[in-house]
């Protein structure tokens, strides 16, 4: 009787508290949303799971303790090691001729990283985060997972599962955020602009493209390196015709045995000790904020571009909301959004993904912007 | 410590997004003027065994473009 007494007070019953009951909440809220609303279930699935980890007692499950989690932890967040090798996965799943074909294009993924420094600068001046804390937070508007785990594991760690949550949570919501934004912010006129195909790109453009974008943002912004030059890398693999192996590889089992890791140990930062608090809150709330903002910032600045176009190629202005990254949702959304409201006459799928797939370099160099001033 | 000028960062970071991304694409549409498109051309034989063929059904008609779908 003295022994199963002992045994029970030592168990994790015996620790275990109200905030691991809720996290364990918060746990399956994510896990209900990947398997029956299908949002971002490769890495919602081991965030949850991740953090019911975080919340059993004793178990040293936690990214932050001294068991398996922590290893993986350490050895693949805390040396940048993950995000980099889930951007090479990205590189060979990407497309990028859309951008190639119409390379204005790169612009609407650069003014789509607004609500990274709207968000930004609201922390920092409006909550009393710190500068560190508050580009961190911004980057969630950057709507790109591993770029926000990147420099908030750098810049913020104490704020790593909430950002990765709020990233991951806002980019599986881009069909419920943007439309009304796209909406208040356009016209039925503007909408139903019907954007002529890109011109085709030679196969020696696509080749040159990564190496040559690798190397200039690299030389740029040195600090973006790690994300752009494994992201070019990627792409190039994908398109230099003579890699299948590598190819299949990076864009399969690879990126595939990193994001099971890197959901994980996302998960178990989230701990209730560090997970249930203000800063929290206020992180979720900044996030959205982000995403709004990002998605007004490509909008808008097509509608500017469309002052000096010519009438006959004039842009969509609903594309510039595809801007955010979330590749391809950001693009599937803007492609419905204008089918559903031209009774689907204007159909804007490949002129999307031009700005999508540029705001995916867009958040990478604001994040190493951000860590060349921070670090 | 000295804290850092989080706003004159924020617009240094958001005039660089903007400036590399514009090198960018005028380097690409460089490149794509330079190494531009090329439509593939049909092999003569082709095109001739093609418009050989369609004559015999359809006398008369002139075959304007083969194009080869894989």
Excluded at chain 1, 141 to 161: R, W, Y
Excluded at chain 1, 291 to 317: C, E, Q, R, V
Aim: glycine content about 8%; aromatic content about 8%; hydrophobic content about 55%.
């Amino acid at each position: 009787m003295e022994s199963a007494l002992e045994l029970l007070t030592k168990s994790g019953f015996a620790y275990f508290s109200w905030g691991n009951l809720i996290m364990f909440a918060v746990a399956g809220i994510l896990i209900y949303l990947a398997i029956t609303k299908h949002y971002e279930p490769l890495l919602l699935i081991p965030i949850g799971f991740g953090i019911i980890l975080a919340n059993l007692p004793l178990a040293q499950m936690g990214s932050y303790g001294e068991g398996i989690i922590a290893l993986i932890y350490n050895s693949g967040i805390k040396t940048e090691l993950l995000p980099p090798i889930i951007f090479l996965g990205i590189g060979v799943l990407t497309d990028f001729r859309p951008l190639l074909g119409r390379p204005l294009t790169f612009l609407l993924g650069a003014a789509a990283q607004l609500g990274i420094f709207v968000a930004a600068l609201g922390a920092y001046y409006l909550l009393d985060f710190s500068p560190r804390e508050a580009a961190s937070i911004g980057i969630i508007g950057g709507a790109d997972g591993p770029t926000s785990i990147f420099l908030a594991s750098q810049l913020a760690p104490d704020l790593l599962g909430p950002i990765a949550v709020a990233a991951y949570s806002y980019m599986s919501l881009v069909p419920i955020i943007q439309p009304p934004i796209i909406r208040l912010l356009t016209t039925h006129k503007e909408r139903q602009i019907d954007m002529p195909q890109a011109r085709p790109v030679s196969r020696t453009a696509v080749i040159l493209f990564p190496v040559v974008t690798g190397i200039i943002a690299s030389l740029a912004i040195p600090s973006s390196a790690p994300l752009i030059g494994m992201l070019m890398f990627g792409n190039l693999i994908r398109e230099c015709g003579v890699t299948e192996r590598l190819k299949r590889t990076a864009g399969g089992a690879l990126v595939d045995i990193v994001t099971i890791f890197l959901g994980l140990v996302v998960g178990a930062t989230m701990g209730a000790e560090y997970f249930l608090n203000w800063k929290t809150l206020m992180v979720l709330v900044l996030g959205a904020v982000a995403f709004a903002f990002s998605t007004a910032g490509g909008l808008i600045f097509a509608k500017i571009l469309n002052l000096f176009m010519p009438h006959d190629h004039k842009i969509n202005p609903c594309i510039g909301a595809a801007g955010v990254s979330a590749v391809p949702m950001a693009a599937r959304v803007v492609q419905k959004f204008v089918s559903d409201e031209t009774d689907g006459q204007v159909n804007p799928l490949m002129p999307a993904m031009g700005p999508n797939v540029a705001g995916v370099i867009g958040s990478a160099v604001a994040a190493g912007v951000f860590l060349t001033f921070l670090l | 410590m000295h804290s850092p000028d989080l706003l004159s960062i924020c617009l240094t970071a958001f005039i660089a997004v903007f400036t590399l991304l514009a090198v960018l694409a005028i380097v690409m549409r460089l490149i794509a003027a330079i190494f531009a498109h090329k439509e593939p051309t049909i092999d003569a034989a082709v095109l001739a065994a093609v418009t050989a063929a369609v004559s015999a059904v359809y006398p008369g008609t002139i075959i304007t473009k083969v194009e080869e779908v894989k």
